[in-house]
């Protein structure tokens, strides 16, 4: 993708909707974050990881795409997540030619409440985080439906994310 710049996670999710499943300006919730990852290029593979992994991006030698890997120990809400962030790899980092083979962004499990990102001191790893946020949660929707007065329960199942996901994202934004 040319043009992307990539110092605002919340830009560059907006900006990723728009160019990839945005329809007349508007992006449907929830998210078709597995439509967004394909139309970026990316294969999606759910697997049966190693305990305390979530997910993770990877482009073996001879491959011509990179895959991003979801557990499937991990309910929905929290692959949705994990796929959101490591499309946020992929944007972030690897956009353009790669060579080799590579394994990247690994995703540990965080902590109880599903899809609540963990504090990190990893910038690439807090960013991914941002990115996933903003993917699913679209400032522009959240802001629209919350003013509306919708109950925040309501609200998060329309947009395919937990309560306490929702809680945080309205607190950041």
Not at 76 to 84: E, G, K
Not at 108 to 117: D, F, I, K, N, Q
Request: net charge neutral.
């Amino acid at each position: 993708m040319t043009g992307l710049t990539t110092d605002d996670p919340d830009r560059v999710a907006r900006q990723i909707l728009e160019t990839t499943i945005a329809t007349g300006g508007a992006v449907r919730v929830p998210v078709d974050v597995t439509r967004v990852a394909c139309r970026l290029g990316l294969a999606v593979e759910r697997r049966l990881l190693e305990p305390g992994v979530d997910g993770l991006l990877v482009k073996l030698e001879g491959q011509t795409r990179f895959r991003a890997v979801v557990s499937s120990r991990c309910d929905l809400d929290r692959r949705r997540f994990v796929l959101a962030h490591e499309i946020g790899h992929h944007v972030r980092e690897h956009q353009g030619p790669w060579t080799g083979e590579a394994v990247l962004g690994r995703v540990e499990r965080h902590r109880e409440l599903s899809m609540m990102p963990v504090t990190t001191t990893d910038p690439d790893e807090r960013w991914a985080d941002d990115f996933a946020t903003a993917l699913l949660m679209p400032a522009g929707v959240v802001a629209t439906l919350w003013s509306t007065g919708m109950d925040l329960d309501v609200l998060a199942r329309r947009l395919g994310v937990t309560p306490a996901a929702l809680t945080l994202r309205l607190t950041r934004r």
